[in-house]
């Protein structure tokens, strides 16, 4: 979008998207009783799972970003209204693995490493600045 800038192309695009979606949405409702996303009326199912936002919530959130998807607990199963269920939020971070802290220290580098090479490449490399972005 911000190389092109052909609008045409980029509605195209999502249009085949959200096709595809759609028939693996008729496709998985066909294995398993999962409600069709693109009907309106499914979508007040969804208000089942809202939940307030809270300091609580927020921790987990974090703990869920920066570290469960750097190296992943081992993962539990359980049945859940007939259906099976993967999860790896078992308890908390703190009986987490000794290796998940040099993964943490390696993740949080490479993060840096980007921003620095991001913030650089923006000051020198003026024809690729919205592509950057």
Known sequence: MFVQRDL???VIIFACI???SMGLNVISHSFYPVPYFFLPQNLS????FLQEIDAKRAGLMAENLF???????QPYESIRRGMPRFNFL???IREYA??????????????G???FSFFRGLRTDWRHKYLTL
């Open 8 to 10: 045409r192309r980029v």
């Open 18 to 20: 959200v096709l595809v």
């Open 45 to 48: 199912e969804e208000r089942a």
């Open 67 to 73: 570290i469960y998807s750097v190296a992943a607990p």
């Open 90 to 92: 078992y308890s908390t």
């Open 98 to 111: 000794w290796f998940g802290w040099p993964a943490l220290i390696l993740w949080i580098g490479m993060l």
């Open 113 to 115: 490493l980007t921003f």
